[in-house]
């Protein structure tokens, strides 16, 4: 359930763009159980932005207040964030974008043109470091560890203004962090669940089908992504990318005919709500704590756009 994704929220043989906090914004009208609705839902990407945003606004005061510079920057706008998953049936975006290569770019340069990168170069060899303590706590910095389902630790230090955002936003950092994990992990058991499932393999055959009528005859969704990637590398790059285009807005119409993201959703809500019985307190509080978090973030960074 987890973070603003430049363009790829798409995990490698992994579901949907449902997945991981990356939700459409849109109503898809799928079916929902009356605990389902109950529980706190998960965040849209737009809402995960506004996180985003407000997080590194509370960072860049709390810097300010230690004598450094620290600039907000998403150089993406909302538009280029939208998800592109493992299921794409947003047909006016797969025809402009593509599977996002070209935003993919957009966002790899932009890594390197970080103002905040070229701030701390700038920076002497103590003030330098001073900024690191600043920013993220530096050797003072706690540690917090949360253990998932399945087996398995993690860890991450918390510390410097990055931290006491973070707290900002989220309360707790314990709870916050062990939640969130503990979500995260469940969440992708829950997709793997999904691969096998038979109604969502059935969905994927009338995809297959549906692209085979229009001349594509990919398997799966991850297939026509990886023909794409070889069919390109070997033609002009204005070639390549109409290709991309035509590709991607056919995958997104099969997707569309044949409701393949609503059948994705539906099951993965389903093999998550068989592990609600042991897990569901953890999973309602990750979301509980993003909801109030959104409602910080708002009143700190307001829409994205």
Request: hydrophobic residues 35%; aromatic residues 6%; charged residues 30%.
């Given at each position: ?28 009208g799928t079916a929902t159980t009356a605990a ?67 935003i993919q770019e957009k966002a790899d340069k ?134 991309e285009r035509e590709i991607a807005g056919t ?55």
């Amino acid at each position: 359930m987890r973070r603003v994704y430049s363009v790829a929220c798409a995990v490698t043989a992994v579901v949907t763009a449902f997945a991981t906090g990356c939700t459409h914004d849109t109503d898809t009208g799928t079916a929902t159980t009356a605990a389902q609705r109950a529980e706190p839902r998960e965040l849209t990407y737009t809402e995960e932005l506004r996180l985003s945003d407000a997080q590194q606004r509370l960072t860049a005061r709390c810097m300010a207040e230690q004598g450094f510079t620290h600039h907000v920057y998403r150089p993406l706008t909302v538009e280029e964030h939208h998800p592109v998953g493992y299921v794409q049936d947003d047909i006016a975006w797969a025809r402009e974008h593509g599977y996002g290569s070209r935003i993919q770019e957009k966002a790899d340069k932009a890594r390197l043109d970080n103002p905040n990168v070229a701030y701390r170069k700038s920076l002497p060899e103590q003030r330098r470091r001073d900024y690191d303590a600043a920013l993220g706590g530096g050797a003072e910095a706690r540690e917090v560890s949360a253990e998932v389902p399945a087996g398995g630790t993690y860890r991450k230090r918390v510390g410097g203004c990055v931290g006491k955002a973070e707290e900002q936003l989220y309360g707790d950092p314990d709870a916050w962090f062990a939640a969130d994990k503990t979500a995260a992990a469940l969440q992708a058991h829950a997709m793997e669940a999904v691969l096998d499932d038979s109604r969502f393999t059935a969905a994927v055959k009338r995809w297959s089908q549906c692209m085979r009528r229009a001349g594509h005859p990919y398997a799966d969704p991850g297939e026509a992504r990886e023909a794409v990637r070889q069919q390109t590398r070997r033609l002009p790059e204005t070639k390549a990318f109409e290709t991309e285009r035509e590709i991607a807005g056919t995958d997104a119409a099969c997707a569309r005919d044949t409701s393949l993201r609503e059948v994705a959703e539906e099951r993965e809500a389903h093999h998550l709500d068989l592990l609600r019985g042991e897990y569901g307190d953890a999973l309602d509080t990750a979301r509980r704590i993003q909801r109030d978090a959104l409602a910080r973030a708002e009143k700190i960074a307001g829409r994205p756009s």
